[in-house]
């Protein structure tokens, strides 16, 4: 073999050896299953507050009247109406920076026999309504959600339990199953008043209101102390 012919052989030879190499070492590519998995690890949910151990977002079951809730943030917009000086329409962002967050811990106590602690963050809704110049002499107030769900509470229950509408739950943002933009944290009262989807609050005086499950039977005042099906 004349000189040239050996050097291009050479050549070759190395350049195979390289791409060989390069295949070999190359970082694997994620399956689109691996991509799934990392997506659903993109949070951290806090497992203690404050020495208290908390429940998991995963050990809700799912029993909503039409299934989870899709909210677009961008066109969603929180409606205070009824007894106010001035009906309101908010954005979601609007809700958060114009009210002080809060933080605490509350049982949801289901009809259906579980219960979960959960570290919630939100707003009070007495910040919310009174930002609307609620009437002073109103006694109700009326909750509708995205689903066509709704439920009623007192106001003197509400500005005494000091109660949140939460935006986040164990320090994660609401997922869609769980009621985002807003869950109702309705302390002391059985999970059907714990409405999710919240689009719109309803300053009222109407003490007949009742609310979806109400309607069905169920108690009116929903307290953990009494029967929740009248």
Not at 12 to 40: H, K, N, Y
Not at 109 to 131: K, P, R, T, Y
Not at 212 to 228: A, I, K, N, P, V
């Amino acid at each position: 073999m004349n000189r040239p012919l050996l050097v291009a052989a050479v050549l070759f030879l190395v350049l195979l050896s390289m791409i060989l190499v390069v295949g070999c070492t190359a970082t694997p590519q994620p399956s689109r299953d691996e991509d799934t998995e990392a997506a659903d690890l993109d949070y951290v949910e806090v497992q203690e507050y404050e020495g208290e151990n908390l429940s998991s977002i995963t050990d809700f079951r799912e029993n909503s009247i039409k299934g989870p809730q899709t909210v677009d943030a961008d066109t969603y917009r929180l409606k205070i109406t009824g007894l106010v000086d001035q009906p309101m329409e908010l954005t979601y962002t609007e809700v958060l920076e114009s009210h002080e967050p809060f933080k605490k811990i509350v049982t949801l106590n289901c009809v259906e026999g579980w219960s979960v602690d959960i570290l919630w963050e939100g707003v009070l809704l007495s910040d919310v309504i009174d930002a609307a110049g609620a009437d002073p002499d109103a006694s109700v107030v009326i909750l509708r959600a995205v689903d066509g769900y709704s439920t009623s509470l007192p106001m003197e229950y509400i500005r005494s339990r000091d109660i949140l509408m939460a935006y986040k739950m164990n320090d994660i943002e609401l997922p869609p199953e769980r009621g985002y933009p807003f869950q109702l944290v309705a302390e002391r009262k059985w999970g059907y008043k714990w409405i999710k989807w919240i689009e719109e609050i309803e300053v009222s005086n109407d003490k007949e209101f009742r609310g979806y499950w109400e309607q069905r039977g169920y108690s009116d005042d929903g307290d953990l102390t009494g029967d929740f099906y009248e």
